[in-house]
């Protein structure tokens, strides 16, 4: 196998190129049914490395039991739909939906009478998660293939939102959450799981396009991060979830060897790239 690592560079000017790069990633991913630790090529993937993966970011054995087949691709950061307190008959939004995971499992909750709404700007995710929503008779689930930062989505037409680990792929993260405030109706809430930073990443990493569509470099840091949010019109900011991310998940093959052809590890940023998952709340009136 080619090891050689390409040394793509970011250009951080060029918002739709980096879109661009995230959509060919995630699409490879949907189409080889996997290899979100790691690039499709390297075999070190599968259900059982995928299923810790998971479990590692807080979905639980019954979680992923109710699963079809092909919905967990080892992605995310966390499992934010627990957090939600959704109720029967209820309106969720996901952003960033990928083979649909978080929508299939909000959609047990929401029950028939309830809607779920999954946005994606991947095709190749949209296909995967449509089939797998019929896998699972989630008749009350719709994807919708779109961009975060003009979603297809009414005004004022959603009880709850949630994203997991993909806010931070977005470049301009602040027209997100006008989003998110735009489509919520009054008193609505949003539990997200993203990452953030405290500190700065290693040039090298922060430099590195492989290192953005893993999900490391285009990372913001947490105050600006939540300044944009609050900004945006949402509130009432409660933080559920702060780990490390590089502990507790495993780094992308990918990142992991321009790493070590730039002769970094895990230490160097470890305690930097955080996992958060937080609850925000839009104006009661």
């Known amino acids: ?17 980096i879109v661009r790069h995230v959509r060919d990633r995630y699409g490879a991913i949907a189409k080889a049914g996997g290899g979100g630790c790691c690039t499709t090529d390297t075999g070190c993937c599968g259900p059982d490395t995928e299923r810790a993966t998971a479990i590692g970011i807080g979905y639980t054995p019954l979680d992923l039991e109710i699963l079809p087949d092909g919905a967990n691709l080892g992605l995310g950061c966390g499992a934010p739909v627990d957090h939600l307190d959704l109720q029967p008959g209820e309106t969720m939004l996901d952003l960033g939906s990928g083979a649909g995971i978080d929508a299939i499992l909000a959609a047990r909750i929401v029950g028939p009478e309830g809607h779920v709404i999954g946005i994606d700007m991947t095709p190749e995710m949209i296909t ?47 027209k997100v959450f006008r989003e998110i405030r735009r489509v919520l ?6 539990v997200v799981a993203d990452i953030v930073l405290d500190g700065d990443l290693p040039e090298e990493i922060s430099n590195d396009l492989l290192a953005y569509v ?32 590089l502990a507790s998940t495993k780094i992308p093959a990918d990142v992991q060897q321009m790493m070590t052809a730039r002769g970094l590890s895990a230490s160097d940023v470890a305690g930097v790239a955080r996992s958060v998952t937080y609850r925000a709340l839009a104006p009661a009136e």
């Open 128 to 174: 995967r998660a449509r089939d797998n929503a019929i896998a699972a008779s989630a008749g009350q689930v719709e994807f919708r293939q779109g961009r975060l930062e003009e979603l297809p989505v009414d005004d004022a037409s959603i009880d709850a939102v949630t994203s997991n680990c993909v806010i931070n792929l977005v470049p301009d993260k602040l």
């Open 185 to 190: 109706r009054p008193g609505g809430r949003v």
């Open 1 to 17: 196998m080619n090891t050689k690592h390409p040394d793509p560079k970011l250009d951080t000017h060029d918002s739709e190129g």
């Open 214 to 245: 893993g999900c490391v470099a285009g990372a913001m840091e947490r105050e600006r991060y939540f300044g944009m949010l609050e900004e945006a019109g949402l509130g009432h900011v409660e933080i559920l979830k702060d780990v490390d991310f």
